[in-house]
């Protein structure tokens, strides 16, 4: 069982920045990767970035690449999201997002994840 929390979400203007936090109550060797996903009203949950845990490979989708970096501290158990140069269709409902127990294919996708924290909203206005 995994469970994570969510927090540093806020109201901010477009070109500002806002640092995400997800603390994670289980932190074994045999979760190997974890995420960031965002879902807009109306719209499908969309993978944001995932990181591996043990070397640290990430990955991002396009449309955050150069503007979000995520990151992981080990020792705390908690997984960041930095963003950066923040635009109005950032606007969303963010999750953090761990797999299955022993699975390591990760991929930007919502069913290659099994826990998710509640959510923290991110809102950005021009």
């Known amino acids: 069982q995994v469970q994570l929390v969510e927090s540093g979400g806020g109201s901010v203007q477009a070109g500002g920045s806002l640092r995400l936090s997800c603390a994670v109550s289980?932190?074994?060797?045999?979760?190997?990767?974890l995420g960031w996903f965002r879902q807009a009203p109306g719209k499908e949950r969309e993978g944001v970035a995932l990181?591996?845990?043990?070397?640290?490979?990430?990955y991002y989708t396009d449309s955050v690449k150069g503007r979000f970096a995520i990151s992981r501290d080990n020792a705390k158990n908690t997984l960041y999201l930095q963003m950066n140069s923040l635009k109005p269709e950032d606007t969303a409902m963010y999750y953090c997002a761990a797999p299955p127990s022993s699975r390591v294919d990760a991929a930007l996708v919502p069913s290659r994840f099994l826990y998710w924290g509640q959510g923290t909203q991110v809102t950005v206005s021009s």
């Open positions: 990181i591996y845990l043990d070397g640290g490979s990430t």
């Open positions: 289980t932190y074994t060797s045999r979760i190997y990767y």
